[in-house]
């Protein structure tokens, strides 16, 4: 019986986080990954033609620069490790319909200027918001890498100052709600709610509305950050360091069951037989569901333990990736900086209309119309052979059609992919067949089946919802420890949620505390 201080169930970049911070902290730790690969989400790989390195899934690294992980260096990813992130100007642009568009650049001077074609009022707006939303990103950023307080903490804390009153009302409302407290212009709110929808939400989700001044403050004081060569890199850094301080990585090692005795994990049970120890803990980097509904007995967990985790909500749509070889950079009918945007997104011109899309999703009628696209070699050549490119076309999508379920999409995909490109051929010059080299489809079940995380095609694991957000995640109580002794959670289940952040640097602050490690002293 092989036997670790520490074994991490599930290869994700989180639970390789875990994993590298414990290696760093002196543990004999063991990372337990299913696939013939780690890195989970995160995944880069020559998915069309060859020479063409696509992401499948997450590709933004938004908030990374913030974490210490990569500001400070911590684990010497960049330094030792050679990752190395970039950053796009601008960073996002809006189309809408009629042609119009408002882009997002770090300076906020040229972002209002864009805002200004579309209305002048607004663009005077922006300023003020932004003066509101810049300076309360880092005090939104405090809680996502080190463990959350309690949520009645925070509502306490929010409550004292003027500034957190602001922010606690944010909190409670829809990003729809944010965008109209400030807003006057259908276009100005759909831009702004338009780039948090890609967090699988609605416009109209109530609890999500800091995600509006979050992304804001994100675009205008770091920019959009991705790492050099694919987001794989930021695996490969992790898995090379895991594997310096003595870390032990096994894929191909799919965990059938948590080993406890006694009320305590003890180890894990492969799909093979083998049995490994874990002589300190196990850490779960799957999903919620997947751990507590398939892993582990329910007489080994408290009454009612399970049905809280069944009541467990996915988010408000899956989607659809197509991820395609391209002969050369889009151009787009619009033109201007448009052409070099990172990340652009088609949507409505009407408000009413616009909602009405995001309805006909919660109904599972699939779309076409509104598809996001991300050129990300137009930033970074080395992805692609000289002079071409690749493109990141993806759609909102339902995971349960309305007709056949989610089986459906299995007799639907390529026509539904097809037909994005179609909507990408109204705003573009060049999207002809002649400019198409190679495309691989993922409908929402095929998400889902390339990696089984992503329950019900949800790569954010869980809704983005207040009650199963910040210190509720993935339950009221239990956020990285679980009622079994030793056996804690990790992943996009837990906080700060779905997304490539490297959370698991707040779920190991919990787990060393408990194995009586300084985690500061770790890091210095």
Same mark, same amino acid.
């Given at each position: 019986m092989a036997k670790h201080d520490i074994v991490i169930v599930g290869g994700g970049h989180n639970g390789l986080t875990v994993a590298a911070y414990l290696a760093k902290a002196g543990e004999k730790v063991c990372v337990l990954e299913a696939r013939p690969e780690v890195g989970g989400g995160v995944v880069t790989r020559e998915a069309t033609v060859p020479g063409f390195k696509h992401d499948l899934f997450s590709t933004a690294h938004i908030f990374m620069p913030t974490n210490p992980l990569i500001k400070d260096d911590e684990l010497k $990813?960049?330094?030792?490790?050679?990752?190395?992130?970039?950053?796009?100007?601008?960073?996002?642009?809006?189309? /809408?319909?009629? =042609?119009?568009?408002?882009?997002?650049?770090?300076?906020?001077?040229?972002t209002c200027e864009s805002i200004a074609k579309v209305?002048?009022?607004?663009?005077?707006?922006?300023?003020?918001?932004?003066?509101?939303?810049?300076?309360?990103?880092?005090?939104? $950023?405090?809680?996502?890498?080190? #463990?959350? #307080?309690?949520?009645?903490?925070?509502?306490?804390? +929010?409550?004292?100052?003027?500034?957190? @009153?602001?922010? +606690?009302?944010?909190?409670?409302?829809?990003?729809? %709600?944010?965008?109209?407290?400030? /807003?006057?212009?259908? !276009?100005? !709110?759909?831009?702004?709610? *338009?780039?948090?929808?890609?967090? $699988?939400i609605s416009p109209k989700t109530?609890?999500? =509305?800091?995600?509006?001044?979050?992304?804001?403050?994100?675009?205008?004081?770091?920019?959009?950050?991705?790492?050099?060569?694919?987001?794989?890199?930021?695996?490969?850094?992790?898995?090379?360091?895991? !594997?310096?301080?003595?870390?032990?990585?096994?894929?191909?090692?799919?965990?059938?069951?948590?080993?406890?005795?006694?009320?305590?994990?003890?180890?894990?049970i492969l799909e093979s037989g083998e049995e490994i120890e874990a002589r300190k803990a196990v850490v779960s980097a799957l999903h919620v569901k997947q751990l507590f509904l398939q892993m582990i007995e329910e007489t080994d967990l408290p009454p009612n333990f399970l049905t809280k985790v069944k009541r467990l909500r996915h988010s408000d749509y899956s989607g659809m990736n197509s991820s395609i070889a391209l002969n050369e950079a889009l151009r787009y009918k619009i033109g201007g900086d448009i052409d070099r945007s990172w990340l652009n997104l088609i949507a409505p011109s009407d408000l009413?209309?616009?909602?009405?899309?995001? %309805?006909? $999703? @919660? &109904? =599972? &009628?699939?779309?076409?119309?509104t598809p996001m696209i991300i050129c990300t070699t137009l930033h970074d050549k080395t992805r692609t052979p000289q002079g071409k490119h690749t493109l990141f076309l993806y759609h909102l999508e339902p995971y349960h059609l309305k007709e056949g379920g989610a089986a459906r999409w299995d007799q639907i995909q390529e026509q539904v992919a097809d037909d994005m490109i179609m909507t990408l051929r109204?705003?573009?010059?060049?999207?002809?067949?002649?400019?198409?080299?190679?495309?691989?489809?993922?409908? #929402?079940?095929?998400?889902?089946?390339?990696?089984?995380?992503?329950?019900e095609g949800d790569?954010?694991?869980? =809704?983005? @919802?207040?009650? @199963?957000?910040?210190?509720? *995640?993935?339950?009221?109580?239990?956020? &990285?420890?679980t009622p079994?002794?030793?056996?804690?959670?990790?992943?996009?289940?837990?906080?700060?949620?779905?997304?490539?952040?490297?959370?698991?640097?707040?779920?190991?602050?919990?787990?060393?505390?408990?194995?009586?490690?300084? /985690? *500061?002293?770790?890091?210095?």
């Open positions: $990813l960049q330094s030792k490790y050679g990752l190395k992130y970039l950053t796009a100007d601008p960073a996002a642009s809006v189309i /809408f319909s009629d =042609g119009n568009a408002i882009t997002f650049y770090r300076d906020v001077d040229k209305s002048r009022r607004d663009a005077d707006a922006y300023r003020k918001y932004v003066d509101w939303a810049v300076p309360n990103l880092d005090m939104l $950023l405090m809680g996502m890498y080190s #463990p959350p #307080p309690p949520f009645s903490a925070l509502v306490s804390m +929010l409550e004292k100052s003027e500034q957190g @009153q602001d922010l +606690l009302m944010a909190l409670l409302k829809s990003p729809l %709600d944010v965008a109209e407290d400030w /807003f006057e212009s259908d !276009k100005v !709110k759909i831009a702004l709610t *338009r780039c948090v929808t890609e967090n $699988l109530k609890g999500c =509305g800091l995600g509006v001044p979050a992304l804001t403050g994100m675009f205008h004081k770091y920019g959009l950050s991705f790492p050099e060569g694919g987001s794989y890199k930021l695996i490969v850094a992790l898995e090379n360091c895991i !594997k310096d301080l003595g870390g032990t990585i096994r894929t191909s090692s799919p965990v059938k069951k948590v080993k406890v005795e006694k009320g305590e994990a003890k180890g894990v009413e209309a616009y909602l009405k899309e995001f %309805d006909a $999703l @919660q &109904y =599972g &009628y699939p779309s076409s119309d109204k705003y573009t010059v060049n999207m002809g067949d002649e400019n198409i080299l190679g495309r691989k489809v993922m409908s #929402p079940i095929e998400i889902e089946r390339e990696n089984p995380a992503f329950v790569f954010m694991h869980l =809704g983005s @919802q207040l009650f @199963q957000s910040l210190s509720n *995640r993935p339950l009221i109580g239990w956020n &990285y420890k079994v002794k030793k056996l804690y959670l990790t992943g996009s289940c837990t906080p700060p949620g779905g997304g490539i952040m490297c959370g698991g640097r707040a779920a190991v602050q919990v787990i060393m505390e408990d194995l009586g490690i300084n /985690f *500061r002293k770790v890091i210095s």
